[in-house]
Nanobody, 121 residues
């Protein structure tokens, strides 16, 4: 059974940094599965933030480019999201998710429970 568990959220001041982690278990091909980070604010649609494909190539939504970095530790089955220069508009619940395969265009079928990130002074 595939499971994703996020950690690392919290309260941070504008301009600060946080690093989110997502521990994966039950994955046969973690190193090649496409994985991503999403975020959602109550009352708004969930937004894709970043993804990393089977080659390790990242992609980002425009609003976080240059500030966020997605990465994977394939030996430990952990997905990361380093968030720098945080802004109040980054406040959301952050979720990690996985495609059951290498194609990031496929549906993200496995989801974590989410971790709250709050950016406020």
């Amino acid at each position: 059974q595939r499971q994703l568990v996020e950690s690392g959220g919290g309260l941070v001041q504008p301009g600060g940094s946080l690093k989110l982690s997502c521990a994966a278990s039950g994955f046969t091909f973690f190193s090649t599965d496409c994985m991503g980070w999403f975020r959602q604010v109550p009352g708004k649609e969930r937004e894709g933030v970043a993804a990393i494909d089977s080659e390790g190539v990242p992609s980002y939504v425009d609003s976080v480019k240059g500030r966020f970095t997605i990465s994977k530790d394939n030996a430990k089955n952990i997905l990361f999201l380093q968030m720098n220069s945080l802004k109040p508009e980054d406040t959301a619940i952050y979720y990690c998710a996985a495609v059951r395969g290498t194609n990031c265009g496929g549906p993200f079928l496995d989801w974590g429970q989410g971790t709250q990130v709050t950016v406020a002074s």
